[in-house]
């Protein structure tokens, strides 16, 4: 499911797998590698010290070549329930300032809900851009954990 709100944006997803196997999956630098870009695009360098004040970045690539770096600072760090971090991009044309996603983990028949709130988005243009590019991470990370 999709909700738009002023300048944020908000998703929720069930994943076939325990909160725990969720947010390491979410917060690990290898398995990040295989979700956290669109489809279509993968990601060849995940940093994370995760640890509150401690920082993430992260390369996109698309098909072309051309890389997109993404990177924030972790806010909150509350294994398996919550994490928040900043997020922005390095490339000029693509900063859109500091945003905030805070993503919750909750338990539920079948395994996780993912409830993401993506907030502080500068304009129309940057919320619609970030749900098109966020529901796709979300289709792969669901990929990883198929139905049991």
């Not at 992260?58 to 329930?81: C, H, I, Q």
């Not at 859109?96 to 395994?111: A, R, S």
């Not at 993401?116 to 500068?122: A, D, K, S, V």
């Amino acid at each position: 499911m999709n909700t738009r709100t002023d300048n944020a944006l908000r998703l929720t997803r069930v994943i076939a797998a325990e909160p725990e196997t969720v947010f390491k999956a979410w917060t690990d630098a290898e398995q990040m590698k295989h979700w956290s870009a669109p489809e279509g695009m993968d990601v060849p360098f995940v940093e994370v010290d995760l640890r509150v004040g401690g920082a993430f970045r992260l390369t996109m690539r698309n098909s072309e070549g051309r890389e997109f770096k993404a990177f924030g600072e972790y806010r909150v760090v509350d294994p398996p329930r919550r994490v928040s971090y900043t997020w922005d991009w390095e490339e000029g044309e693509y900063e859109i300032g500091e945003t905030l996603i805070t993503v919750d983990f909750n338990p539920v028949e079948g395994g996780t809900e993912v409830v993401m709130r993506h907030e502080l988005l500068p304009h129309d243009k940057a919320v619609a851009d970030h749900t098109m590019g966020w529901t796709s991470c979300l289709d792969r990370l669901e990929a990883m954990f198929p139905s049991r």
